[in-house]
């Protein structure tokens, strides 16, 4: 897996591309290739923090995969926005070694809903948090609390914090703040960045453009250069001069052009420090004497000339900032900064040791079709005559997750397909009236059913049946799986399968499981929607199933088999049932992680898990849930769907040689979109027996 940290901050100007550009600098030392990702600017079209990282040595990549998503997208459609930051970011995830994830800059009116927001964003991300707080004009109490605040906001959404920067310290302050960001945990890489003057200042060329001055004279190349300070010269020179600190802008009075002079005269003499600029104010006139004198005078400090007044002036430089970024000196200085003040190797060890990993919806959703593309099947959707149907095809083309073939007369399907708005460019179309598949379906069908009787009329005539005509497309080879039941009922969509595609070897029973999407996490339920009431040989069977179908997902194995009773405390018929299909998944299985009996309390939680069945592998942790019985299954995937806000992917039937899912009735284009990519999916892992 590939090194990604997420740098956010829980308010504005906190300094988070200093710590942006050390990470990359000491990532690069480590890793081929470091990228960036901004989920949320400004402009999708200029950021100059994402233009700065992406300058960096070691850093080789595009503005435009950089950035997620705007502030006017996210305040438009934030669902919409999220699933796009998710999408963008798994893209360019893929293309680097490393990835430094740059939260959100408050630039907009949703400030106050900001550090939320981005906890939410490190969430989808599975993204651990280096956190940045800002020290500026703080105590060292009020340090603490932010941090202590920020780090609470995170672990409410489940985001692992592995550090917390103070950054903009007072100087003489941040061995008292490190010390005291120590008090955190141990758990945290911490550490006090001083403020510096460099990282903060403005440029000359942002002081004109704040100001609407132009430029009178002087050496443009210089408008780049840092201003360090202000200095308003509303006395004499002798005044002035006597309060001249290095690289500051003066502010003077345009009709006080006697002072120019001997500003100038100070800029270049080595008494005096040298001047950033000079800034004429009030809109009067340049006099001709002037002009004339300063035509023939080589000066290279940029003198600009502004018709606001002193007043106005002063009000829009003081207190200006700038990013520190955009020079080359002020990435120096950062880097330097960083360099000396945060333990680097350390931060770095924190990146590599294990966490937990949290797995959203969306980014399930986003793996799933991820992992659809990468090896694209052909799925069979015999209901063409669901306009829910036609819009999932859509999707799934236009989203190259899988190809499609729909069954019916094709001018019909596109004739819908058109009313309705829909593209289905690259869809194949099978007519379940093509005399040539009939009969060759109907001679196979004849030929595998012969021992119950089953004539060549009689199999014409079941072919009829789109459920049949699609499974015999999967039977052949011509399609990789079938998805059906927005129509018809379960039983249809499944008899085919059990007639002609058979079970697996060593499967004794075809089995039913959901992906149940959690805030946090994606476990499995199973079984929920086939079996009313399984033997233990048939229970058994459905746990070895439901931890094949984890591990096709991703989801590491650890089985509880459902009961009321946990361990030998309890007996009886169904408690014992479990029993013995507990130990004939251990002797069938013996690689598996499973323990059972377990009441559901013991499987999820692990403070209750380690009461009833200390040292457990499974209580407390378990990922797959595997019911007694259906009424059970059936119930507790749809309370905790309706009362957890989870989201629940199926059924995906298991056991079966080629994959058949069903979708139930009320399905969504969501869920057909998502069930067509578990089944290409589990066309991917799954290899026809003989």
Known sequence: MNKVVYVAAPQGRVGKSVIAMGLVEA?????????????LVRSLRRDQVTETLIGLPGVSQAFDEAVGVSYDEMAADPDAAMSLIVQKYGQVRSRFDALVVVGSDYASDFAATEMAYNANIAAHLNAPVLLVVSGQDRSVANIER??????????????????????????GETDLVDQQLRSLGEQYVTAALPEDRVLAAPTVRAQFEATGASMWTGDPDLLDRESLGVLVAGMSLPNVLDRLEPEFTVVAPSDRLDLLPGL???????????????????????????????????????????????????????GMQSTATGSTRKMDVARKVFAERVDVAGLLQALDEQRTEIRTPLMFEFELMQRARADKKTIVLPEASDPRILESTAILLRRGVANI?????????MSRAQSLGLDLTGVQVISPDNRVLIEKFAEEYAKLRAHKG??????????????????????????DGMVSGAVNTTAN??????????????VSVVSSSFLMCMPDQVVVYGDCAVNPDPTAEQLASIAISSAETAEAFGIEPKVAMLSYSTGS????????????????????????????PLQFDAAVDPSVGSKKMPGSEVAGQATVFVFPDLNTGNNTYKAVQRTSGAVAVGPVLQGLNKPVNDLSRGALVDDIVNTVAITAIQAQMDQPSA
């Open 146 to 171: 932010a941090a202590t605040a920020a780090i609470n906001e995170l672990a409410a959404n489940k985001v692992n914090v592995i550090g917390v920067i103070a950054n903009r310290v007072e100087p």
């Open 454 to 479: 089953v004539t060549l009329e009689q199999a014409r005539e079941r072919l009829t049946d789109l459920s049949y005509f699609a499974t015999m497309l999967v039977h052949f080879g011509m399609a």
């Open 493 to 506: 969509t499944i008899k085919p399968s059990l007639e002609f595609i058979k079970t697996k070897p060593g």
């Open 569 to 596: 405390s309890g007996s009886g018929a169904d408690v014992d049932k479990v029993r013995e299909a507990t130990e004939l998944v251990k002797q069938q299985a013996p690689q598996l992680k499973v323990e059972g």
């Open 27 to 39: 990532l690069s030392q480590q890793h081929a290739s470091v990228g960036i990702f901004r989920p």
């Open 405 to 413: 073939i729909l069954l019916g007369d094709e001018a019909e399907i």
């Open 264 to 318: 100038l005269m100070a800029h270049q003499s080595e008494s005096f420090p040298d001047l950033a600029a000079i800034l004429l104010v009030g809109g009067y006139p340049i006099p001709s004497t002037i002009n004339r004198l300063m035509s023939g005078t080589e000066v290279t400090v940029p003198i600009g000339f502004t018709s606001i007044g002193t007043f106005r002036t002063a009000e829009k430089l003081f």
